[in-house]
């Protein structure tokens, strides 16, 4: 499986973001996809997922109401779509796909929020 991210960069507070993750591979393994994200100095973390069976979605409680996670009728694509953009939403957002037995991940794309 392989993932590749697009759609990052700078934006002022308020704006909005549309990230896009290309996935390629053997995608039917893939029961769980999502976006992760790193701002510097601490860990990475869940922004939003969403389950291949059933379609059930979660989002971090920090992004509640302002993003929203998709993917296209194939899942060959995951997209996060952000709005109402925070300065502390910047970060290094990963695009993210799991099996059973392996976990994938992305490049990362840089989002940049200014205050």
């Known amino acids: 499986v392989q993932l590749v991210e697009s759609g990052g960069g700078s934006v002022q507070a308020g704006g909005s973001l549309r990230l896009s993750c290309a996935v390629s591979?053997?995608?039917?393994?893939?029961?769980?996809m999502g976006w992760f994200r790193q701002a510097p100095g601490k860990a990475r973390e869940l922004v939003a997922q969403?389950?291949?069976?059933?379609?059930?979605?979660s989002y971090a409680d920090s992004v509640k109401g302002r993003f929203t996670i998709s993917t296209s009728n194939a899942e060959s694509t995951i997209d996060l779509v952000m709005n109402s953009l925070k300065p502390e939403d910047t970060a290094v957002y990963y695009c993210n796909a799991q099996t059973f037995f392996v976990t994938y991940w992305g490049q990362g794309t840089q989002v940049t929020v200014s205050s």
């Open positions: 591979g053997i995608t039917f393994s893939i029961n769980v």
């Open positions: 969403i389950t291949n069976s059933g379609g059930r979605i």
